[in-house]
């Protein structure tokens, strides 16, 4: 296994991004490579550049101490690393990047989306492009380390680990100093133990719908405490709260969004899963599936306009996507042979859905059904989300 995997469709998407506008920022969880890929785009940029990492000390009291004579003066492009620490900064780039006078792009880095929008949407907005860093798809590390991934999650290091062991050892120290420091430097008072135990909790009924009052009463403490806890995980990009999806169909529909652990790894380490075999004996086997599949067709296809479907009668959807006016669904299966179900053809009339795949580990493409087609993985980004002409 290499020790380095390019993300060439990343590095092309910042790059874009600084040619058409002052600023991009990339966001995604501690550790998932954004330093990495600010590095691959400075390897390759034509003219000066200077990097700010607002955790080492220097650089952060030099930014406190004069911010706008510093970034004004930049040159080129300029990264400002887990800017997140210094949400003020938001306030001193907007007349920057107005400016046409202005020599320099900026690339900012944050691993708090709760923090980081909440600056943009009173400062930036519509000076800044977003691209969103998850872990490693299936895309880059190539369909052959499918398992691998699936078991040890897209974290680089956590991927690239030389061993089991190693990779243990790596989510023990990430999860400590997640929970320990990096909670903590968001400002947060919510003690590691309380958001350790409401971790775990949510890995164990990760993919299902969210119920703050069950799991209040198994904590407890009230449900505006794990609300919170919720949505400090997910500004961190630690878990997905997908929404769900519905209109007036004359049907009870389920209206709370459902919530996964967004990297399988951190998944496995919570669950106390070590290898695959063991993961293939383990109750949570297909919701793992189910989370893992999910975010590889997100990475594959956006997260916006991403939800699930389900009513009270039974039929659900894993995935809907709304893309150029048209439904698309998702089904994900962890079988052998997928099967069309009562569920899918309901579904399929209640959304008035363009297709449905039905994404599985296998390695061959087949129709099941009309507008219904078995899907490998390793195929999910392949295909194109536009009806036929």
Sequence with gaps: MQRQIARQTLSDAVVRGLSEGPAVALLGARQVGKTT?????????RGPSAVFDLEVTADREALSATP??????????????????????????????????????????GSASLDLVKGVSETLAGRLLF????GFSLAEVGPGHQDRLWMRGGFPRAFLAASAA?????????????????????????SAGALGRFWRMLAHGHGQVWNASDLARSMGVSVTAVNHYRDLLAGAFMIRVLPPWFENLGKRLV???????????????????????DLLAHPRYGASWEGFALEQTLLAHGERDA??????????????LLRRGRRWGFEFKCTDAPRTTKSMHVVIDDLGLEHLWVVYPGEREYPLADAVTALPLRCVGAIELRPPS
């Design 68 to 109: 706008e004579r510093l970034l004004r003066a930049g040159e080129g492009l300029v990264v400002l690393d887990e800017v997140q620490r210094m949400p003020g900064l938001f306030e001193v780039l907007r007349p920057i990047c107005d400016d046409p006078g202005r020599r320099a792009v900026f690339l900012l880095l």
């Design 166 to 190: 190693a990779w243990g050892r790596w989510m023990e120290s990430f999860s400590r100093t997640f929970l320990e420091r990096d909670v903590p430097g968001l400002g947060s008072r919510v």
């Design 255 to 277: 209206k709370s969004p459902k919530v996964y652990l967004r990297d399988s790894g951190v998944l496995h380490f919570l669950l106390g899963v070590q290898a695959m075999r």
């Design 307 to 320: 939800y699930f479907y389900a009513t009270h009668r039974g039929a659900e959807l894993d995935l809907l």
């Design 37 to 45: 890929l600010a590095r691959q785009v400075l390897s390759g940029w």
């Design 131 to 134: 691209v969103d860093v998850g």
